[in-house]
């Protein structure tokens, strides 16, 4: 790489006196100060403050200030204000450039004549605005071309043409042509500095020959920026920057020859150190720019920017690497930009490279996939269990990725129990093994149900480990079926069968539980890996007084609880149930049961048998009637007998 720096780069003669003087007043150790700042460019500055050097703004400020000496810059003031500084009994040391004040004497002398004054350049300009205020604000001041055709003289009235002094040589031809034109009297005077002029007529020059261009200055300079143009113009390839720090050398790796150029407010420090680190890094960009990649090549990247669907790295060639979202993952509609940032450091396999084009693809996918693909080769040879979240539900199974490489888990080795529905598992993060890796036919096959299986087996033992007879359990009910419910107690299942779900009778187990439903149960076996469960506790067991509470000839209140033709069941006591045959609910006659009762109807009858073995009850309403009606003809008899006797 070449790299060539202007002759007229950086501080033209007039920055250099006033700058120069600044220093020179400062180094003399008295108070300095300058009417504005004395260039545009914060480094220099920067470091005058730091000497001491303070800037003030109008008189009114620096009469305010301690004695001192003030400078005033080399775009010059207005004859008022440099009368009002002198007023201040200030020492005033006047760096205006001598170029500038050539002017002064132009527009004040011609003004003075009665001729009419146009000045071309930037009205905001603190040149342009001194050069008015020396002709007394009569100044026309044209910025463009736009405004030159606006312009309409006084007849008869001869005009002066001057220049703010780093104005541009051609804008300012292609006005003054146009003035011409409109302006009967005029009178050209191309006041725009040579440096300036040759400055920009070097850089021109400079530009159209480098393949970049590096224009230094600071981005307040008005003649940094013009310059910026005029090499824009020639080169696309032209960088402004303000100091060393802006530079961005990589910027530069693919180029052969560059140029630097400065404007007239930057220091030669700031030029050389650039030049400096431009020379030092030459050796580098050197490399860089010989360096080769190739498709299939994997190499390192620095991301440079992000988009949602676009990664742009460096990768030490003269073309950054892309990796677009289908190359950076499987899983659509990613945005990148919440999965990478600037300054992320990844590895990446080249895909194709352009160089016509400047182009290079890259894929982090495909790199992932292959590594990925060496860890699930082992994974599969030492049955190592894997986890990763499930990234999409197939019909026929589940899919999940591991660094971006997709195993399929089939429906039926999903878990130990079939499962229609798999959806709840979109997204969770599961176990499983492979059980197939064939990667020549893209086959990477895992396998959950067995891990399922043994954990429950685990859990399994662990519970038949911890119960015994006798204990009682929580358990929640799993399945229920017409001859009992089985109940998961924890990681076990156990049977509660239909005859062990109360004291009483159960019609059918559907009708008292459902999935889902808490049971509290105690052991009532264990066989194997086999348990039955039971809720007939014993202290809930009516027949624990049963030679007492169902003795015969008791009398006893219960429920019709059903119905049969030959008699009704009446609950007695909860669970208990005792029949009372059709004979025995009066001593009158009855077909059927249901013809003079019904279900849950309260009724008072008599035990008539009790067979504790068959837990057996027979009960009669009749002989209640029968004995009441003992005992009235008892009542009835009783007063004739008294009355015989009497
Ligand atoms: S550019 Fe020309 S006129 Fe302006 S200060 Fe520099 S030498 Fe003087």
């Not at 440096?195 to 224009?215: L, N, Y």
């Not at 194997?528 to 009516?542: C, E, R, V, Y």
């Amino acid at each position: 790489m070449k790299i060539d720096v202007a002759k007229t780069a950086g501080f033209c003669f007039g920055v250099k006196r006033a700058v120069d003087t600044v220093y020179a007043e400062a180094a003399k150790g008295g108070k300095v100060y300058t009417y504005g700042p004395i260039i545009h460019n914060e480094e220099v500055i920067n470091e005058l403050g730091r000497m001491g050097v303070e800037i003030v703004n109008d008189p009114e400020e620096a009469a305010a200030k301690p004695p001192g000496t003030i400078v005033i810059r080399s775009h010059g003031i207005s004859k008022q204000e440099e009368e009002a500084l002198i007023a201040t009994g200030h020492r005033v040391v006047d760096a205006t450039c001598p170029f500038v004040k050539k002017i002064h004497k132009i527009v004040f002398e011609e003004s003075e004549k009665g001729k009419g004054i146009i000045v071309t350049g930037d009205r905001e300009h603190p040149e342009v605005k001194a050069i008015s205020a020396w002709c007394g604000h009569k100044a026309h001041i044209i910025a463009d071309i736009d405004e030159a055709k606006d312009f309409k003289g006084e007849e008869n009235k001869e005009y002066v043409v001057v220049s703010q002094t780093t104005f541009n040589t051609k804008k300012f031809k292609e006005i003054v042509e146009i003035l011409k034109k409109n302006v009967y009297y005029i009178n050209v005077m191309n006041t725009i500095c040579c440096a300036t002029e040759e400055r920009q007529k070097e850089a021109c020059e400079m530009a159209s020959s480098h393949d970049a261009m590096i224009v230094i200055g600071s981005a307040n300079s008005s003649n940094t920026r013009k310059l910026f143009e005029i090499c824009r113009q020639q080169c696309a390839s032209t960088y402004f920057i303000q100091k060393l720090i802006d530079l961005d050398l990589k910027q530069f790796k693919s180029f052969c020859c560059v140029g630097i150029t400065a404007g007239a407010s930057t220091p030669n420090k700031i030029i050389k150190e650039v030049l400096t680190v431009m020379e030092e890094n030459f050796a580098q960009l050197m490399e860089e720019s010989f360096k080769t990649v190739h498709t299939g090549q994997v190499v390192e990247g620095k991301v440079i920017s992000v988009k949602e669907d676009e990664i742009i790295l460096n990768i030490g060639y003269k073309s950054d690497a892309t990796v677009s979202r289908g190359e950076y993952t499987n899983t659509p509609n990613v945005d990148l930009t919440k999965c990478v940032k600037v300054d992320d450091v990844m590895n990446v396999k080249i895909l194709k490279v352009d160089d016509r084009e400047g182009t290079v693809l890259a894929s982090y996918k495909r790199l992932a996939a292959e590594r990925s693909s060496k860890v699930l080769e082992e994974a599969f040879n030492n049955k190592t269990v894997l986890k990763a979240p499930v990234s999409e539900v197939l019909n026929g199974g589940l899919i999940v990725e591991i660094d971006e490489t997709r195993i399929f888990i089939p429906a039926s080795l999903v878990s130990d129990t079939f499962e229609k529905d798999l959806t709840k598992y979109k997204g969770q993060e599961i176990e499983f093994v492979l059980t197939e890796f064939n990667t020549k036919r893209r086959r990477i096959i895992g396998d959950r149900k067995q891990l399922v299986s043994a954990q429950k087996e685990e859990k399994k033992q662990a519970v038949l480990s911890k119960i015994k007879v006798g204990d009682v359990v929580e358990g929640v009910v799993k399945n229920v079926t017409d001859f009992g419910a089985f109940v998961d107690i924890g990681g076990v299942d156990g049977l509660l069968h239909i005859s062990e779900m109360s004291w009483g009778r159960i019609e059918n187990p559907k009708k008292i539980f459902k999935s889902g439903d808490n049971v509290r149960a105690f052991i009532k076996e264990i066989s194997g890996d086999k348990i039955a469960l039971s809720m007939k506790f014993a202290d809930q067991n009516p027949w624990a007084n049963a030679d007492e509470d169902f003795a015969i000839g008791n009398v006893i209140t219960g429920k019709v609880a059903r119905m049969t033709d030959f008699g009704a069941f009446v609950e007695i006591v909860p669970g208990v149930d005792a029949l009372l045959h059709v004979s025995q609910i009066s001593k009158k006659r009855i077909e059927k049961p249901q013809d003079v009762l019904k279900v849950g109807q309260e009724i008072t009858a008599q035990i008539l048998d009790f067979n504790y073995d068959e837990k057996k009850i027979s009960l009669s309403m009749r002989a209640l009637e029968e004995s009441d009606d003992e005992a009235e003809e008892a009542a009835e008899e009783a007063p004739a007998e008294e009355a015989k006797e009497e």
